[in-house]
């Protein structure tokens, strides 16, 4: 199965285009990490190659104005290393950086403010505040 796959991807019928491609790119990234200065090759990365120009991702503008002003050196580092290219095209892209939600931080009441808030809610008739106390109590002792 896998060796028709690997077939069918080299296949110039089938999605051979692609393949090359997809390796053509693999080269220019990394090409393009060995050429950028590091701190603008971690907020950057090659998207795209397409008639002799790089399309290069930029985290954010700033990034971007940098690259631009590179752009010629960029393009002669990669002729010289073997890549037809006429041209860098940058364009800001930024990185879905969403963090993930953090488990919310275990401050538990002390004596006094437990003692407090019990007193509190024996005095308060029933009502939803009175409920909201009671629950908030209860989960302080769950978690002590």
């Known amino acids: 199965m896998a060796d028709l796959l690997e077939n069918y991807l080299q296949d110039s ?19 393009y990490a060995e050429i950028a200065p ?3 090759a971690r907020a950057s990365r090659v998207a795209n190659f397409k008639s002799g120009v790089v399309v290069i991702h930029a985290d954010s503008g700033a990034i971007a104005a940098k690259l631009r002003q590179m752009a010629p050196t960029l393009v002669d580092q990669l002729s010289q290393r073997g ?8 364009k800001v892209q930024a990185r879905d950086q969403r963090e993930p939600a953090r488990a919310p931080a275990h401050k538990p009441l002390s004596v006094r403010t437990s003692e407090e808030l019990t007193a ?3 005095s308060l008739p ?3 505040l009175r409920r909201a ?5 209860a989960r302080s002792a769950r978690e002590e």
């Open 83 to 90: 890549t037809e290219c006429s041209g860098v095209q940058v």
């Open 126 to 128: 029933t009502s939803p």
């Open 13 to 31: 019928e089938g999605a051979g285009k692609v393949l090359v491609h997809a390796r053509l790119l693999i080269r220019l990234a990394g090409l």
């Open 133 to 137: 106390l009671e629950g908030l109590l």
């Open 120 to 122: 509190l809610s024996s």
């Open 38 to 40: 590091t701190h603008l």
